[in-house]
Nanobody
Framework: QVHLVESGGGLVQPGGSLRLSCTASGNIFGINAMGWYRQAPGKQRELVASITSGNRKDYADSVTGRFTVSMDNAKNTVYLQMNSLKPEDTGNYYC???????????????????WGQGTQVTVSS
């Protein structure tokens, strides 16, 4: 089983910074991509940033220039550096990984999406 643990959320003032971390562990054959989604109360979950194992990055228009996503392949960890935070950035942030698990000792399974438990980010004065 693949398990994600994320951390780094908290309460910050507008203009402040936070760094989110998410580490994948378990029976992982390989990781295709990792990313961050956020969900505000009463709204749909939206993609914030993603990164592939080949270091291709994608950002939501609302965070471009302020957020930076990165990956440590050796540690199976993705980070989201969030600068110049705005109240509109408030929400529960979820880590996502597209990974290929081991189904047994010798067999790789099919790619599957896994989700972290979420970490709350609140931007308020």
């Amino acid at each position: 089983q693949v398990h994600l643990v994320e951390s780094g959320g908290g309460l910050v003032q507008p203009g402040g910074s936070l760094r989110l971390s998410c580490t994948a562990s378990g029976n992982i054959f390989g990781i295709n991509a990792m990313g961050w989604y956020r969900q505000a109360p009463g709204k749909q979950r939206e993609l914030v940033a993603s990164i592939t194992s080949g270091n291709r990055k994608d950002y939501a228009d609302s965070v471009t220039g302020r957020f930076t996503v990165s990956m440590d392949n050796a540690k199976n960890t993705v980070y989201l550096q969030m600068n110049s935070l705005k109240p509109e950035d408030t929400g529960n942030y979820y880590c996502n990984v597209e990974a290929i698990p081991f189904t047994d000792q010798w067999t790789a399974g099919e790619v599957y999406d896994y989700w972290g438990q979420g970490t709350q980010v609140t931007v308020s004065s």
